[in-house]
């Protein structure tokens, strides 16, 4: 007899308050491929990706599974399994081209995932892994930071999800000076208790960086690059490194060119989709496991939502779609 299991679907709707706009629904529970897990899903949170796929939604779209970030127990294994036993604690960001994680179960390729860290509940541990990785490979993969790298970095939207976890991994693995952007008071003090050395208002970026780094900063890291480009070029120094993770359309980086800069794109998803043998990410998980079990790292969690609930569920998307979160929205079993 086929094993069954609930989960909560997206359907296209106009605006996340449509009352259509998420169900609740039941499918089978389904089958490890080799290298895959079947995780009991305890904890998800949401990213601006959800709420990015849920508004591409058409009509002629069935019905989908969001949900990447997620914690939780595995209950399966496939065939050619090798990092993990069916009772591990997981935590993981999963992939664009598969099935989400708001389910009860959920399939996902061991190569990308991670042991949850041991000092961690489920909520605090699925906050996460897709805003971890991101800003792993845009700090030390894209742009090639190292250890005893001793420049300056300006974190554009410090308080959000990814740039959060930008500021706390340049704090604990190299010696780069933080300059984070905020314009609230409440999001101004969240990226200093995450350890930037200064925050600035993006509406004075240029005057506001100019006087912490009067020669140019190195590197920025960017989640809202439309018509920041000029205003980056200002402010970095020659060489000078911007690493983008948004979608502006038609982006001109042209400006760029005076002082011989560079524009770095991130997609945490592009390992998963196109070099799936690829495991670096299951490493990325399991250092950042031991910095946040040291006391080097926290969770962003910064709102827990109890059950997996359609509501709730909704609150995260208007909360991810408001555009002024802080930290990260997680809903537990």
Known sequence: MTREMTALVAVAANSVEDPSAFAETTMPVPAPRPHDLLVEVRAVSVNPVDTKVRAGLRDS????????????????????????????????????????????????????????????????????????????????????????????????????????????????????????????????????????????????????????????????????????????????????????IDEPEGLDTLPLKQKSQSWHWELMFSKPLFAPEDDSQHEILGRVAELVDAGKIRSTVNRELAGFTIENLRTAHRVSESGGAIGKVVLTR
Request: overall charge negative.
């Open 61 to 244: 779209d069935p019905p989908r599974v969001l949900g990447f970030d997620a914690a939780g127990i595995v209950v399966g294994i496939g065939d050619e399994v090798s990092r993990f036993a069916v009772g591990d604690e997981v935590y993981y960001a999963g992939s664009i081209d598969r099935p989400g994680t708001n389910a009860e179960f959920h399939l996902v390729d061991e190569r990308i995932v991670g042991r949850k860290p041991s000092s961690l509940d489920f909520g605090a541990a699925a906050a996460l892994p897709l805003t971890t990785i991101t800003a792993w490979e845009s700090l030390f993969e894209k742009l090639r930071v190292n250890s005893a790298d001793s420049g300056t970095i300006v974190v554009v939207a410090g308080a959000g999800g990814v740039g959060s976890m930008v500021i706390q991994l340049s704090r604990t693995l190299t010696d780069l000076t933080v300059i984070a952007t905020a314009s609230r008071p409440e999001s101004q003090e969240w990226a200093r208790g995450l350890g930037a050395h200064h925050v600035v208002d993006p509406r004075r970026l240029r005057e506001d960086v100019r006087a912490y780094a009067p020669r140019g900063v190195d590197y920025i890291f960017s989640p809202h690059s439309d018509g920041n480009v000029e205003s980056y070029a200002d402010i970095m120094g020659v060489h000078g490194q911007v690493v983008a």
